[in-house]
C-alpha cells in the first residue's frame, strides 16, 4: 500500500507525525484541511469505489514483480546493474521534515536513474500541480538517496479505466503498444536537439502522447522547483500555518468529512452518493462513510 509506514504518535511534527509521506504532500494541493480532519477525526472511516479501484489498479502493476533484499538491491546498483524497482520505498529527511515514499516505477542503471513512473486511474489526464509535485517528490528522494538524476525524466501516467471489466481488461493498455517507451525516447531526442527546450518542461507545458485510455507527461527533474513547493507544504507540518480549504465547490461536494458534517468551512452541500452508517468497533462508534458511485 502506498506510504502505508507513515507514523504518528508523539513526533515533533503536527498531529504527532514522525514522518509524511509524499502522496500526503501531495494531496495538500488538493485540500490540505482535508488532512487535518482526518487526523483530528479519527473516528471517521471513509470508504469509495474509487479508492477501491485505485488500489487494485496499483497492485494488478506489480503483480508480476520480483522481491529482492536490501542488500541483493545495493550489490546489484553497486555492480551497475539494470533495475526497474515497483512500489520500492525510499526516504530522506528534507529540511528537518522526514519524508518517505513509494514510486510505482523507477529505472535505474547503477546510481543513474533513466525514469520515475507514478501512474493514476482517473477520469481526468490533466497534469494537475499535485501529480506533478508528487513525481518530482520521489525524484528527490532518489536524489538525496545518492542516484544521480541530472537526466532523468519525470513521467506521470494517467489511464482512464472504465468502471467495469476485470483488472486485466482495464489495465492492460499499460502494457501495450510500448507507449511508454514512445515518450522516453521524445524525451531523450528533445534534450539532445533542444536541450534549453527539454529544461523549460514542467508542470504546464509537459512532453504529452496520449494513446486510447492512456495519457503520459514528462518533464525533467527540477529540485528548485520541488523544493519551493515543499517548503509551503512543510509549513503546515511544522505548525508554521493553519490548513487551507479547498477553493472549489466541487470538491467540497465529493468530501467525506463533509458528509460527515465535521468541515465548518464547507464552501456546498455534500452530494447524495455518499451513504453514512456507525458501528460499534473496539467499544468504540465508528462512523463509515461510503461513497456509493
Given at each position: ?127 494537475y500541480i499535485d501529480r506533478y509535485v508528487q513525481a518530482q517528490t520521489y525524484a528527490l528522494l532518489l536524489a538525496r538517496n545518492g542516484f544521480d538524476l ?144
Open positions: 500500500m502506498k506510504e502505508a509506514t507513515e507514523t504518528q504518535g508523539s513526533g515533533p511534527l503536527r498531529h504527532g507525525r514522525h514522518q509524511v509521506g509524499v502522496s500526503t504532500l501531495a494531496s495538500q494541493w488538493y485540500c490540505e484541511l482535508k488532512i487535518d480532519l482526518k487526523h483530528r477525526h479519527p473516528e471517521i472511516r471513509t470508504l469509495s469505489p474509487a479508492l477501491d479501484r485505485g488500489t487494485e489498479a496499483h497492485e494488478a502493476l506489480s503483480a508480476d514483480a520480483t522481491v529482492i533484499s536490501r542488500k541483493e538491491f545495493d550489490q546489484d546498483v553497486a555492480d551497475g546493474k539494470e533495475l526497474f524497482l515497483q512500489e520500492s520505498r525510499f526516504q530522506a529527511d528534507i529540511e528537518g521534515v522526514p519524508v518517505i515514499g513509494v514510486p510505482d516505477l523507477v529505472h535505474l542503471r547503477g546510481r543513474r536513474c533513466e525514469l520515475v513512473l507514478e501512474m493514476k486511474f482517473s477520469r481526468r489526464p490533466t497534469l541530472d537526466r532523468t525524466p519525470c513521467v506521470v501516467g494517467v489511464v482512464q479505466a472504465p468502471l467495469d471489466g476485470t483488472p486485466d481488461d482495464r489495465f492492460d493498455s499499460l502494457k501495450r503498444n510500448g507507449i511508454l517507451q514512445t515518450i522516453l525516447d521524445r524525451c531523450r531526442t528533445l534534450r539532445s536537439r533542444e536541450p534549453l527546450g527539454w529544461r523549460a518542461r514542467g508542470a504546464e507545458n509537459p512532453v504529452t502522447i496520449r494513446e486510447g485510455p492512456v495519457t503520459l507527461q514528462a518533464f525533467p527533474f527540477d529540485p528548485k522547483a520541488v523544493m519551493d513547493h515543499l517548503r509551503w507544504a512543510f509549513d503546515f507540518w511544522k505548525s508554521r500555518r493553519d490548513p487551507l480549504a479547498a477553493v472549489t465547490a466541487a470538491k467540497c461536494k465529493v468530501c467525506p468529512y463533509n458528509a460527515a458534517r465535521v468541515c465548518a468551512v464547507a464552501k456546498a452541500a455534500p452530494d447524495r452518493a455518499f451513504d453514512l452508517r456507525t458501528i460499534r468497533e473496539d467499544g468504540k462508534d465508528i462512523v463509515e462513510v461510503r461513497r456509493t458511485r
